[in-house]
């Protein structure tokens, strides 16, 4: 790592000498004593936070001032005490300094590797497109933007194209039409234009290539559900460490879903969630208190278990795990194989980025017929012609089978069909029609309690099995259903605690109604994905599924990332890794929930 050689004396804006150093990945710069007492420290500041270093040529130095010195312009993120964690206080910092004759051919080596240390792997100065919703959240994403956003790109010489949206669905009709020059697509918002963003790229004819261009949220919404899972719950509204996300964030692959609506065979794409019931009524329904921001969620969940309104729907699901324990260790022994590839500095092993772009649920299920494999090469920035290879299904025969047609890398996204269930689907009616009676089981019931036998004659016949604790059993009532592609849908609320990004699997809740005062309780520790063991939150991962509506008239809407569709039945089939956000580390943030070690897993 950095060593002596990458000190460099300079003079400082006080005329005092002083020394710049880089060392573990770390920039101080020290303001040296004449009399041996030790150097103060004026600056210091991890590497992942250094912008830009730029060393005047002699002959644009002013004379009369510098003489024949050479000024230093020094842009970095700082923060209280330069701690590599400490986020909080994170504010942009201008120095400048001196560099005299004698020391600047060393100046030059040191700004080189001062910018190739903290831009390891990652761009220089990359070409922005920054989408800005006046309107978004508490309204005030423009004057954030221009006080805090800009300046920071700015100094780290980003090239910006400012367009604010002018009306819903703009920042879709950009993103459509846009020539596709940018390194990132960044968005002062919340969820909503990322949805928008997302779907205007992958409507395009061109939309494999579009998808490579990788978003960057800014949160100036009222949830930014994408903001918590890439900075933290404490981060989500860190508008410096958004705005150091475009600037040096790695390309983080993730899932987009098709959904299908019939009868219309309109299709919409969804990153985040679709919903149902409660969770609709607490997003649309609290959309006049807006000024609340995310509290408006929580105001409406109370709202909605006060309520208790169920849902009816028939819920067809591919399901590929079902066993919570399982899908626990599962997730978290991702993260440990993430941590035990993290390099020291500002980037991470290209293995692991290599790594990151295999290994999508390619483990087996015990007796599951359907294991989503595929291989997609991982994109970097700068390299957005990567071929992408088009994902597979292997059969429970170990044939191997294209998943979607191929499509070339710059081709669009295939067309959605209406999907056709096998008799190895899962499907729960939550019309409750048997309330009242005696619950029955499940109509095919989970992957290891209901397989279907091939008899002797020919015929086939369902092996009926008792539900296991924690399983759907037809005739209980829902107060949601809940799909979705990262862990937490907003800060107070870890819903898919063990998602996996980019593993070509949707997670999928469904909530059973129980008594008011134990979703009560459930709010407490929802943060931290608590409510998971809850044996009345049925949990799958699914490879794709079908809803149908059974009550039009009491339940007409439905949300895809948030946005209200009237709806009679939707199908969802997962696009593994086709787009990309940026993050700091190259993942999601790690939560609590996946650090333990508790004695379930
Ligand atoms: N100038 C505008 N006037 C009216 N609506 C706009 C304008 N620009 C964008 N919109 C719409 O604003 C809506 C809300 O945006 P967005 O979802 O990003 O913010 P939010 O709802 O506050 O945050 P979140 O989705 O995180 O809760 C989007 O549907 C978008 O199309």
Redesign the pocket.
């Not at 919703?133 to 959240?137: A, D, R, S």
């Not at 949206?165 to 920042?171: G, I, Q, S, V």
């Not at 919404?221 to 559900?225: E, I, K, R, T």
């Given at each position: 790592m950095a060593s002596r050689h990458q000190d460099l004396p300079v003079i400082l804006h006080n005329d005092k000498r002083g020394l710049l150093t880089v060392e573990d990945d770390k920039l101080d710069v020290l303001q040296l004593s004449k009399d041996g007492r030790p150097p103060k420290r004026l600056l210091s500041c991890p590497l992942r936070n250094f912008l830009f270093a730029k060393l005047a040529a002699s002959s644009t130095s002013s004379p009369d001032k510098l003489g024949d010195n050479r000024r230093l312009d020094l842009h970095s993120l700082g923060g209280s005490g330069g701690l590599k964690n400490d986020t909080s206080s994170l504010k942009l910092v201008k120095l400048h300094v001196l560099v005299e004759p004698v020391n600047a051919p060393e100046a030059e080596e040191w700004v080189e590797t001062i910018m190739s240390s903290s831009y390891r792997g990652i761009k220089r100065s990359k070409r922005v497109l920054l989408l800005v919703?006046?309107?978004?959240?508490k309204g005030k994403a423009k004057s954030i933007v221009h006080d805090t956003v800009l300046p920071i790109l700015q100094s780290a010489g980003c090239q910006v194209d400012l367009r604010e949206?002018?009306?819903?669905?703009?920042?879709e009709e950009i993103a459509a039409s846009v020539e596709l020059k940018y390194d990132v697509i960044a968005t002062a918002?919340?969820?909503?234009?990322v949805y928008?963003v997302l779907n205007g790229l992958a409507s395009r004819p061109d939309a494999r290539k579009a998808l490579k261009i990788p978003i960057a949220p800014i949160p100036t919404?009222?949830?930014?559900?994408v903001c918590t899972n890439l900075f933290g719950v404490k981060d989500t509204f860190n508008i410096p460490l958004a705005t150091l996300n475009i600037i040096k964030g790695q390309i983080l692959p993730i899932d987009l879903c098709s959904v299908l609506l019939l009868p219309s065979l309109t299709r919409r794409f969804c990153f985040l969630s679709t919903a149902l019931g409660l969770m609709v009524d607490l997003d649309i329904g609290t959309e006049n208190l807006?000024w609340m921001g995310d509290t408006r969620f929580m105001y409406g969940f109370i709202k909605g278990i006060a309520t208790m309104k169920t849902c009816k729907a028939k819920i067809q699901l591919n399901v590929v795990e079902d066993d919570k324990v399982s899908m626990a260790r599962k997730a978290r022994d991702k993260v440990r194989e993430r941590k035990g590839s993290k390099i020291l500095g500002a980037g991470i092993n290209p293995l692991v980025n290599k790594m990151n772009g295999i290994n999508i649920a390619e483990e087996s299920v015990e007796g599951n017929n359907s294991v989503v494999i595929t291989d997609h090469e991982t994109t970097s920035v700068g390299s957005q012609d990567g071929e992408q290879q088009p994902s597979k299904v292997t059969n429970g025969n170990g044939t191997t089978t294209r998943k979607d047609d191929y499509v070339p890398d710059h081709g669009p996204i295939p067309e959605s069909k209406p999907l056709q269930p096998d008799p190895n689907w899962v499907t729960l009616d939550t019309s409750g029609a048997s309330s009242g009676s005696a619950p029955k089981r499940s109509s095919v019931g989970s992957l290891r309690s209901n397989r279907t036998m091939t008899l002797e004659n020919g015929h086939s016949s369902e092996i009926q099995q008792v539900p296991k604790s924690g399983q759907w059993v037809d005739g209980e009532g829902m107060l949601y259903f809940y799909a979705g592609m990262m862990p937490w849908v907003a800060r107070d609320l870890m819903q898919w605690p063990v998602s996996i990004s980019g593993d070509g699997l949707i997670d999928v809740v469904v909530q059973s109604v129980v008594p008011r005062m134990m979703m009560a309780n459930a709010i407490t520790g929802a943060e931290k994905g608590e409510a998971y063991w809850m044996d009345c939150q049925h949990y799958y991962k699914v490879s794709e599924f079908i809803v149908q509506n059974l009550d039009k008239a009491g339940q007409p809407i439905f949300t895809i990332d948030?946005e209200s569709f009237q709806w009679d039945e939707f199908h969802v089939q997962v696009h593994p890794r086709i787009a990309n956000l940026q993050s700091l580390n190259g993942g999601f943030y790690v939560s609590d929930f996946l650090q333990k070690h508790d004695d379930k897993v």
């Open positions: 919703n006046p309107v978004g959240g949206t002018t009306h819903r669905l703009h920042a918002s919340g969820d909503g234009l928008e919404g009222s949830a930014n559900a807006r948030g």
